[in-house]
């Protein structure tokens, strides 16, 4: 079971080698850093070096990432919504055998961190010994370190830092704007290939209620905070609380999600539903 922890224990556990997250990484850590919305098989390359390095070194493998985007909390009118829930994000680290996560709820006091006590921090909380990112990543207040300050960081720090190159999609750099502009559009194979599995929707806080005479959940897209597919009818894969699963069709509507139910299935709690190629 994947541990979490938030920035707040980072704060106490760079100061107190007594605290939780200190002790669980007293080994060393192996760690990467992002928002990894979808995630996608560029991040994929990231938490993999992470497990490869954890592997050979007996230290544990962890992702440093957000509740919600920094770009949602900058630009909410620029940002068109999110591919990933935590929750699904959580599911996706556990699968590749990250041992933890730390969630940050991207703040105002955050957000004018440096990107030099950042780093510092989870040296300290964390006994960093490796970390990797990707070519573009930048991190602090204005974006002020880069891949060179890192770099240095890391040189000064004695800790291993390596840079993964862009992970291209016929010919073009692989990113969550390019997924998301195909989910829009309704390319819903083409935004799973580059995911790496089936585009999912994360229906655990979402707003649902039952309709008996048509056999059917309606879900209020206002309550669906991820990007929606545009209106039609799409085949489904339905989890449900319990992880049992069945297929179904939904139906894309302007303010409804239209959720067909067979007449056998015992209605319980929806997990999520990943559309079918």
Not at 41 to 54: A, M, R, S, T
Not at 138 to 148: E, H, N, V
Request: aromatic share 10%; glycine share 6%; with cysteine.
């Amino acid at each position: 079971m994947i541990k979490l922890f938030s920035w707040n224990d980072v704060l106490l556990a760079s100061k107190d080698k007594n605290h939780l997250l200190s002790q669980f990484t007293k080994k060393g850590s192996a760690l990467s850093v992002g928002g990894f919305d979808g995630p996608h098989l560029g991040h994929k390359e990231l938490f993999q070096q992470v497990i490869d390095y954890k592997t050979k070194n007996n230290v544990v493998a962890g992702v440093v990432t957000f509740k919600f985007p920094p770009k949602a909390a900058k630009n909410p009118t620029d940002f068109s919504g999110e591919l990933s829930t935590i929750d699904l994000k959580l599911e996706y680290f556990e699968e590749m055998s990250i041992d933890f996560a730390i969630v940050i709820d991207f703040s105002c006091d955050f957000s004018k961190m440096k990107g030099r006590d950042f780093l510092t921090f989870l040296k300290n909380s964390c006994s960093m010994q490796f970390l990797v990112a990707g070519s573009d990543f930048r991190c602090g207040y204005k974006l002020d370190t880069g891949i060179l300050q890192i770099s240095e960081f890391a040189a000064q720090n004695g800790i291993s830092f390596n840079v993964v190159e862009d992970y291209l999609f016929q010919g073009k750099r692989i990113s969550s704007t390019i997924i998301r502009d195909f989910v829009q559009k309704g390319e819903l194979e083409k935004a799973s290939k580059l995911l790496g599995r089936a585009y999912a929707l994360d229906l655990r806080n979402a707003l649902v209620q039952e309709n008996k005479e048509t056999s059917q959940l309606q879900i209020a897209n206002s309550s669906v905070i991820q990007l929606l597919p545009p209106v039609g009818k799409y085949q489904v894969k339905v989890t449900l609380a319990d992880t049992s699963t069945f297929s179904s069709v939904m139906y894309v509507e302007s303010t409804l999600l239209r959720l067909e139910i067979p007449l056998e299935q015992k209605l319980q709690k929806l997990k999520k539903i990943e559309f079918s190629l």
